[in-house]
């Protein structure tokens, strides 16, 4: 009978642990519903955590990938600035700054401490991209910043309500700087009350546990999460593994590409993930802020440990990081950091690429990118501007004994998904004449990238434009063990028309008239093996699903279709046995 208090010890753990998670997701779910931002609202990806009163991370929600970090690093900032011992019931406070733990200005986050018997026990947080903080273009993501300034107001921690009562000065300051007050307002109230959701939930928690024993059981949760990531390192031989990966030019400064290099070192359940060497800050805004490096890594180690890891200070506690300073994975002041996924994902594939050759069969070829086109005018007869911003999510790259899916957001925005446009048509002058996947574009492989996605929307107005085709538009996601990379990925004005023009894969503040058309796409992702060792079927089958044009098969795969959609086997052997003896 020993065994009997020990098993229920650890049940009590798993629904404490799944409860807190679920507060945490219940933040980001009423922060979504009630956001004033069309794509926020269509979209859900919003970050929610709970913390404890050291400002250890408890829970947080298992979407908005990106983030995962983001909020963990920002809360050290609000106990810098504000000393629990001065916090009061009611308190919120913001911060969006990415020199103290944000992202970009446009990320928002908000922190609201959870009091019980008249004492801070948690805090409650929750971080979204709001409609729009100023800057030099909507939204706040100008493709060419060279500095944060240009890229909204940057709100350092800063106490909104004091004790439950709104300060209006914070709020007209950040109203002032918005070119949508009235979206930007219902942003940060959904920001407010989703956490005060939160702490409602916490409190019936700690009613029901008390808040001795809550605080020992996460104590406890700390400890077992340790304990799963260190056995899953230390199942790594011990030794260096090393990896590196180019992300294209920032459209701003004369180099042609950013590398990224990691050294990752294991000794026993240690890891040391480090990545000295990397290129110096960009003049550009594709530089990530450590917020967002970290979170990188988080994500890329997670793809090689247990999936059952809930994500809490116990995994944080198992591996080092090194980010040198003034370098594109952890710049200094006033670096623009808008574009970051740039070299967010470049850290993302040399961690794989690094790993590859000791986890073969949990590999993944290097994934497409993000791209993004804000778009913002004046409707006639109103004194406000609109603007709204629309997402293209690349794919990811192929892996061992499975394709890559098509038109998906690529791993790190696996939280994300796509507004319709329905939605979009509904609320703003625009009509989507395409949203679809582009042909060829999958990088070919024994298992092939995913097809990326394409839009194409007619401008009812007139209009300001800002597209960012963030990264793989240039270089492309590279292929795997001989897989070939992804293809396509770019803006063009007018496609089809006499003035059709393929614009910069980063272009910020151009202007369109109404009845002009932009077409965007983002790249596939890359493909793993070699494209001959593709079964033929599965070749024709993408050709009847118009992944595959019957041109495409036949030059990356070898494979000749039939108009019917039928391999010609006799044509197909020998198509391959001459590119076999090339």
């Known amino acids: 009978m020993t065994e009997g208090p020990e098993l229920f010890d650890a049940l009590s753990c798993e629904v404490a642990q799944h409860r807190l998670t679920m507060l945490a ?19 859900s990806s919003v970050a929610s955590a709970i913390f404890n009163r050291e400002g250890l991370m408890i829970a947080q929600t298992r979407t908005g990938l990106q983030h995962v970090s983001a909020l963990r690093s920002m809360m050290p900032e609000i106990l810098r600035d504000y000393p629990v011992s001065g916090m009061r019931d009611g308190d919120v406070f913001l911060c969006n700054d990415q020199f103290r733990g944000g992202i970009h200005p446009t990320d928002l986050g908000s922190f609201r401490p959870i009091f019980w018997r008249g004492e801070v026990a948690f805090f409650s947080a929750i971080l979204m991209i709001v409609a729009d903080m100023g800057g030099i273009s909507s939204g706040g993501l100008p493709a060419t910043a060279t500095e944060v300034f240009q890229e909204g107001l940057v709100v350092p921690p800063v106490r909104l309500y004091d004790a439950g009562v709104l300060n209006p000065s914070v709020m007209a300051l950040l109203l002032g700087n918005s070119r949508v007050p009235d979206k930007l307002r219902t942003d940060v109230d959904a920001l407010v009350g989703a956490g005060a959701i939160v702490g409602q939930r916490l409190i019936e928690m700690v009613d029901r546990y008390g808040l001795g024993e809550l605080s020992a059981i996460i104590a406890r949760l700390f400890d077992h ?13 011990d030794g260096e593994y090393v990896g590196s990966y180019l992300a294209e030019d920032d459209g701003v400064g004369p180099a042609p590409s950013y590398e990224v290099r990691v050294r990752i070192a294991i000794q026993g359940s240690d890891c040391t993930v480090d990545f000295t060497g990397s290129s110096v800050q960009a003049p550009g805004a594709i530089n990530s802020s450590i917020s967002q490096s970290l979170s990188c890594v988080t994500f890329a180690l997670r793809c090689y440990l247990s999936a059952e890891i809930e994500m809490n200070e116990g995994f944080y506690r198992a591996f080092t990081t090194v980010f040198p300073l003034g370098s594109v994975v952890n710049p200094v002041f006033p670096a623009a950091c808008n574009l970051r996924f740039s070299i967010g994902q470049a850290m993302v594939d040399a961690i794989h690429g690094a790993l590859r050759p000791i986890f073969p069969n949990r590999s993944v070829a290097p994934s497409s990118s993000i791209g993004s086109i804000n778009v913002n005018g004046a409707t006639p007869g109103l004194e406000t501007q609109w603007a709204m911003l629309d997402v293209l999510f690349g794919p990811s ?9 098509d038109g998906l957001p690529f791993q790190m925005i696996g939280g994300s ?36 996605v394409q839009k194409q929307m007619r401008f009812l107005e007139d209009a ?15 292929g795997a063990e001989g897989g070939d990379p992804g293809r396509g990925g770019g803006w063009v004005h007018n496609p089809g028309q006499p003035d059709e023009k393929r614009l910069p894969p980063k272009l910020t503040n151009y202007s369109v008239k109404a009845g002009d058309v932009m077409n965007g796409s983002m790249s596939g992702g890359g493909g793993y093996g070699p494209p001959l060792r593709r079964d033929p079927e599965r070749v024709a089958s993408d050709v009847r699903a118009g992944f595959v044009t019957p041109a495409g098969a036949a030059a990356d795969y070898g494979v000749v279709v039939s108009p019917a959609g039928a391999v010609d086997l006799a044509a197909t052997q020998e198509l391959r046995s001459k590119r076999h003896d090339a």
Not at 225 to 237: C, F, K
Not at 397 to 405: I, K, L, S, V
Not at 433 to 447: A, I, M, N, Q, T
Not at 464 to 478: C, E, G, M, S, Y
Request: glycine share 16%; charged share 20%; proline share 7%.
């Open 25 to 43: 997701e219940e933040g980001g779910l009423r922060a979504a519903r009630s956001a004033g931002s069309a794509f926020v609202s269509g979209n």
């Open 225 to 237: 999460t340790e304990a799963i990531v260190r056995s899953g390192l230390a199942a790594i031989p």
């Open 397 to 405: 790259g192929g892996r061992p004994g499975a394709d890559a899916n």
């Open 417 to 452: 998904s796509y507004m319709t446009i329905e939605a979009y048509e509904s609320l703003f002058p625009i009509i989507y004449e395409k949203f679809g996947l582009l042909p060829d574009s999958s990088g070919p492989g024994e298992w092939r990238g995913g097809a990326g």
């Open 464 to 478: 300001v434009v800002t597209l960012r085709a963030v990264d793989r538009t240039k270089l492309h996601p590279l």
